[in-house]
Structures are given as C-alpha cells and as structure tokens.
C-alpha cells in the first residue's frame, strides 16, 4: 500500500489574495473555500493547493516549495508575467542556475525553470 499525495496546503495572511495570485500563475480556478481556507486545483483531480490562514508571518527561507515551468517553454517572459501578477526576484544564495527564483505576494519561494513541461 502506498499513500497519494492530494493537497499541498500553504500557510498565509490572506487566503483569497494567495488563491488570486496562484489561480492566475499557473491557470487553475477555485475548487473549494469555507470560512478561512481555499482550495485551488486544475479540476483534473490531480493534487490542490489549500491556503491556510495562519497569524504568524514568514521568517526564513521555505522549506518545501513549488518549481514551475512556461508551458511554451519561454521562461523569460513566464518570468515577466508571474512578477506582473504580484511575483518578485529573491536571492536565496542560488548562485549561476538555469532557473529564476521568485517569492509570492507572501514572501514564498518557488522556481520558474527552463522548458517546456
């Protein structure tokens, strides 16, 4: 037996502003909210991203986090869109790499590589 990941839940201040901004980034929609919480995903059944509010602010570097790719495999201007959406550059120490590391309106870090997916 094995388990399956299903959701990748998130921590922040503003449940809705983080849904905008990743529903945007990567063209998936609203696939459920209660009271604090919501839950976005591509409607495929494939794993969701659930926003979690939480009190506390980000303090350090993530953990875990989100690599994405430009469907049409131009990552300059992928790059471009996302900081136009909220996005910003972060230096994380990365150093010469292939990939562009970017924070979220929240400060989290996630990769946009090089590629079509």
Do not use: Y
Request: glycine fraction near 10%; hydrophobic fraction near 40%.
């Amino acid at each position: 037996m094995t388990s399956k990941l299903t959701e990748v839940g998130i921590d922040c201040h503003d449940a809705e502003r983080m849904a905008t901004f990743w529903c945007a980034a990567l063209g998936w929609k609203i696939v459920d909210r209660d009271e604090d919480e919501v839950e976005i995903g591509d409607g495929s059944g494939s794993p969701t991203l659930i926003f979690l509010p939480v009190p506390e602010s980000k303090t350090i570097k993530n953990r875990i986090h989100l690599d994405v790719r430009a469907v049409d495999g131009d990552q300059e201007a992928e790059v471009e869109r996302l900081i136009g959406l909220g996005a910003r550059h972060v230096d994380i120490g990365q150093g010469d790499v292939t990939w562009v590391v970017l924070a979220d309106p929240e400060g989290n870090e996630f990769c946009v590589l090089q590629g079509a997916p």
